[in-house]
């Protein structure tokens, strides 16, 4: 693991199908701390051991499933949060402990943002950070492309008018910094705090394209 910044650090790179490539991330939190996406690398543990553990984890959507989630549980003891439209999924590996339904606020400041499209279930988290910055995990409902711009997650099977409304509703944010779960290129991460709108709009127009 690497830190990237003050309270948030990146899993090594895993490309878990042809094509795909991911990271996980761990935010350090005095209440507990909260992973977002998932990683198969076990041999992670240690070191989130050795930065305080996994309170909590919280998968956007069904595609991050993975028996990894068992040895995460079974460590530490984690909560892990889904949707309800993906629970069947989830019990299959790992029940959740933490349904999502609806826009809200949980563990004080990470706001639940349901938006689907890509799948049934696909959920964004938009966290307040202690150090003053808002980080926004957007799964897989947006994804950071290669070229540096962020573009839907539309493949066969994803609701394009459902996916495009949760993308207007993303436009509305105003994060500081994007985690994308799948990407291409070098980084699955980028700041956007000066253009944000400008960047979501580029992408609602190559959904309409």
């Known amino acids: 693991m690497i830190q990237i910044l003050p309270d948030v650090w990146e899993t090594e790179v895993e490309s878990p199908f042809p094509g795909l490539t991911t990271h996980a991330y761990l935010v350090i939190r005095r209440s507990g701390n909260v992973l977002f996406y998932n990683t198969g690398h076990t041999r992670e543990l240690d070191r989130m051991e050795a930065l305080g553990g996994v309170t909590y984890q919280f998968l956007s959507h069904r595609d991050e499933l993975g028996e990894s989630l068992k040895a995460i549980c079974q460590r530490f003891g984690t909560k892990l949060g889904g949707h309800v439209r993906e629970q069947g999924e ?14 809200e606020v949980l563990l ?20 307040h950070s202690a150090h003053g910055q808002r980080y926004l995990f ?19 099977g994803s609701d394009k008018d459902a996916l ?46």
């Open 90 to 103: 989830f019990a299959r590996i790992c029940a959740p402990d933490i349904l999502f339904d609806q826009r």
């Open 108 to 127: 004080g400041n990470i706001e639940v943002i349901p938006t689907p499209g890509h799948t049934p279930g696909s959920t964004c988290f938009l966290v």
């Open 138 to 156: 957007t799964g897989d409902t947006l994804y950071l492309g290669d070229d540096g711009t962020w573009k839907p997650g539309l493949l066969a």
């Open 164 to 209: 495009s409304e949760s993308l207007r509703l993303l436009r509305e944010l105003k994060p500081d910094v994007a985690f994308s779960s799948a990407f291409g290129g070098e980084y699955g991460y980028q700041d956007v705090s000066a253009d944000w709108l400008e960047r979501v709009q580029q992408a609602l127009d190559q959904l309409r394209g």
